[in-house]
């Protein structure tokens, strides 16, 4: 059974920072290309960032590019979203992805991926 699940949301303000966790089980970060993406309300979930399979390669969306990095701690089986400089703009649910098998699509897109997180709140205010 796979499973994803998504932690370190909160409430910050503008120019803070937050560190977005993603627990997984039933896959290994070294097989599977994972990623972060986000939703706002009425918008189209979107790419945040994505990493490739043993985390030799990096993607991100252009409007996070220098803010936010994405890692892994395969010991600890957890993907990470470092988000710093939040803006207000930054404000969605994030969600946790990864791919069904050994996978590197580069820019995150929804469609290459296959398992799901419920998602974790992140609200910036100015």
């Known amino acids: 059974q796979v499973q994803l699940v998504e932690s370190g949301g909160g409430s910050v303000q503008s120019g803070g920072s937050l560190r977005l966790a993603c627990e997984y089980s039933?896959?290994?970060?070294?097989?599977?290309?994972m990623a972060w993406f986000r939703q706002a309300p009425g918008n189209e979930r979107g790419g945040v960032a994505s990493i490739s399979p043993g985390g030799g390669l990096t993607s991100y969306a252009d409007s996070v590019r220098g803010r936010f990095t994405i890692s892994t701690d395969n010991a600890k089986n957890t993907v990470y979203l470092q988000m710093n400089s939040l803006k207000p703009e930054d404000s969605a649910m994030y969600y946790c992805a990864a791919t069904k098998g050994y996978s590197w699509y580069g820019v995150p897109q929804a469609t290459h991926y296959y398992y799901w997180g419920q998602g974790t709140q992140v609200t910036v205010s100015s």
């Open positions: 039933g896959l290994t970060s070294n097989s599977n290309s």
